[in-house]
T-cell receptor, first 111, second 113 residues
Framework: QKEVEQDPGPLSVPEGAIVSLNCTYSNSAFQYFMWYRQYSRKGPELLMYTYSSGNKEDGRFTAQVDKSSKYISLFIRDSQPSDSATYLCAYWYSSASKIIFGSGTRLSIRP | KAGVTQTPRYLIKTRGQQVTLSCSPISGHRSVSWYQQTPGQGLQFLFEYFSETQRNKGNFPGRFSGRQFSNSRSEMNVSTLELGDSALYLC????????????FGEGSRLTVL
């Protein structure tokens, strides 16, 4: 079993739609949860990170963590074509000083 | 503030050759990590250096190696290249703090023929 499971997509939605991206994880030791965004031919960039269960909002983006279910989500409101990218859920494995990434979901927002 | 710089951006090698990739981290960042990204395996951790010392290593064969210099610049080397080594190699630097916020370069895309 992979430590992080993420639906690879691709996911295509019309502009303005609400997008929901999801991941599950298996290791209860994970503490920091992150979403990275990767545009084509670019390196990943940190979009959001959270430590605790619950919701964290940043503009049109909301990260949700449910530690009891080992489930994290990213919601994008009023999606824009510029949001078209691959979204990677990730976990900071502090003791090993490394990030464990999900496989990434490729998202396309249609104008 | 300049970002993470990786060179070369693209390169083509043949099986059996070796390759060296370079990474300049963000000024002031002492931690440099390397990741391999492929369509099949996604992003996988190779190794992490801090103050010229390798602190952690991923599950890759010994053909993959790296080093870090006193100015925090890092290189990674892959010897005896195999077709499966074709990938995007990403370098990331990290500041202080334990939150997992890495700043990635644009990567070096290696094609092995």
């Amino acid at each position: 079993q992979k430590e992080v499971e993420q639906d690879p997509g691709p996911l295509s939605v019309p502009e303005g739609a609400i997008v929901s991206l999801n991941c599950t994880y298996s290791n209860s030791a994970f503490q920091y949860f992150m979403w990275y965004r990767q545009y084509s031919r670019k390196g990943p960039e940190l979009l959001m990170y959270t430590y605790s269960s619950g919701n964290k909002e940043d503009g049109r983006f909301t990260a949700q963590v449910d530690k009891s279910s080992k489930y994290i989500s990213l919601f994008i409101r009023d999606s824009q074509p510029s949001d078209s990218a691959t979204y990677l859920c990730a976990y900071w494995y502090s003791s090993a000083s490394k990030i464990i990434f999900g496989s990434g979901t490729r998202l396309s927002i249609r104008p | 503030k300049a970002g993470v710089t990786q060179t070369p951006r693209y390169l083509i090698k043949t099986r059996g050759q070796q390759v060296t990739l370079s990474c300049s981290p963000i000024s002031g960042h002492r931690s440099v990590s390397w990741y391999q990204q492929t369509p099949g395996q996604g992003l996988q951790f190779l190794f992490e250096y801090f103050s010229e010392t390798q602190r952690n290593k991923g599950n890759f064969p010994g053909r993959f190696s790296g080093r870090q210099f006193s100015n925090s610049r890092s290189e990674m080397n892959v010897s005896t290249l195999e077709l499966g080594d074709s990938a995007l190699y990403l370098c990331a630097s990290k500041g202080t703090g334990d939150t997992g916020e890495l700043f990635f370069g644009e990567g070096s895309r290696l094609t092995v023929l």
